[in-house]
C-alpha cells in the first residue's frame, strides 16, 4: 500500500495567519489526491479532489496544489470555523491510504 | 444534497460480528461506488472498502477476511459486517459516497459526501 506522510501533525495558528500542510506520498500517484477537513460530531467534509480543484461550496481561502509525490493543501487566511483537523487521502491504488492527519489548532 | 446517517448496536463483544447500516436519503444509491471507514480514538484514517451499487466489493486488505459489504437499493441501504471483532475495531465508523472526476489523465476518485460516523466499542 501506498505510504502518505502528512506534516506537520499539529500546529497553532491565529486568525488570519497563512497556513501549509503538506503531504508526501511513498510512490508517484499522479494528481489523485484529496484533501478532507474533520471536526467532532460532524460529517467529514471534501474540500479538495484531484490535487487542486476546490469541491463546490468550500471557501476560496483553501486550495490544493501538487502531483507526483508531494502536495500542498493551503488555508489562505484562517477563519475560527477552520480550526479542525485534515487530512489527505491518495486513491491511486488499492487500498486507498490517508495520512496521519494535522490538527490545527488557535494560538 | 443527498444525505448519510449511519446506525447500529454502539456497543459489541469482543469476538462477535459488527453490523452498522448506512442510509442513503435519495436514490442515488445507484449508479455510485459507497465506501466505509473507520477512525480508532486518536488515530487516523482508515478505508476498509467499497460497494458498487451493483453489489461488487473491494476491501483493504487488512480486513478483507473478516469484512463483508452488502447493498439494498430497494431501501436505500448499505450494510458492512465485520467478523470477529477485538478491542483493535473499536472505532467511528463512517459510510460514504466515492465519486470519479475524469480527465485527460485519467480518473481521480474522491468522497464528496459523508456521514457523520458512528461510534463502535468492542467490550465485553
Known amino acids: 500500500a501506498i505510504q502518505m506522510t502528512q506534516s506537520p501533525s499539529s500546529l497553532s495558528a491565529s486568525v488570519g495567519d497563512r497556513v501549509t500542510i503538506t503531504c508526501r506520498a511513498s510512490q508517484g500517484i499522479s494528481r489523485a489526491l484529496a484533501w478532507y477537513q474533520l471536526k467532532p460530531g460532524i460529517a467529514p467534509k471534501l474540500l479538495i479532489y484531484a490535487a487542486s480543484n476546490l469541491q463546490s461550496g468550500v471557501p476560496s481561502r483553501f486550495s490544493g496544489s501538487g502531483s507526483g509525490t508531494d502536495f500542498t493543501l493551503t488555508i489562505s487566511s484562517l477563519q475560527p470555523e477552520d480550526f479542525a483537523t485534515y487530512y489527505c487521502q491518495e486513491d491511486y491504488n488499492s487500498p486507498p491510504t490517508f495520512g496521519g492527519g494535522t490538527k490545527v489548532e488557535i494560538k | 444534497q443527498v444525505q448519510l446517517q449511519e446506525s447500529g448496536p454502539g456497543l459489541v463483544k469482543p469476538s462477535e460480528t459488527l453490523s452498522l447500516t448506512c442510509t442513503v436519503s435519495?436514490?442515488?444509491?445507484?449508479?455510485?461506488?459507497w465506501s466505509w471507514i473507520r477512525q480508532p480514538p486518536g488515530k487516523g484514517l482508515e478505508w476498509i472498502g467499497y460497494?458498487?451499487?451493483?453489489?461488487?466489493?473491494t476491501y483493504n486488505p487488512s480486513l478483507n477476511s473478516r469484512v463483508a459489504m452488502s447493498i439494498d437499493t430497494s431501501k436505500n441501504q448499505l450494510s458492512l459486517k465485520l467478523s470477529s471483532v477485538t478491542a483493535a475495531d473499536t472505532a467511528v465508523y463512517y459510510c460514504?459516497?466515492?465519486?470519479?472526476?475524469?480527465?485527460?489523465?485519467?480518473?481521480?476518485?474522491?468522497?464528496?459526501?459523508w456521514g457523520k460516523g458512528t461510534t463502535v466499542t468492542v467490550s465485553s
Open positions: 435519495d436514490d442515488s444509491i445507484k449508479n455510485y461506488y
Open positions: 460514504a459516497r466515492r465519486l470519479e472526476y475524469y480527465t485527460s489523465s485519467g480518473y481521480y476518485y474522491y468522497l464528496d459526501v
Open positions: 460497494i458498487y451499487y451493483g453489489g461488487s466489493t
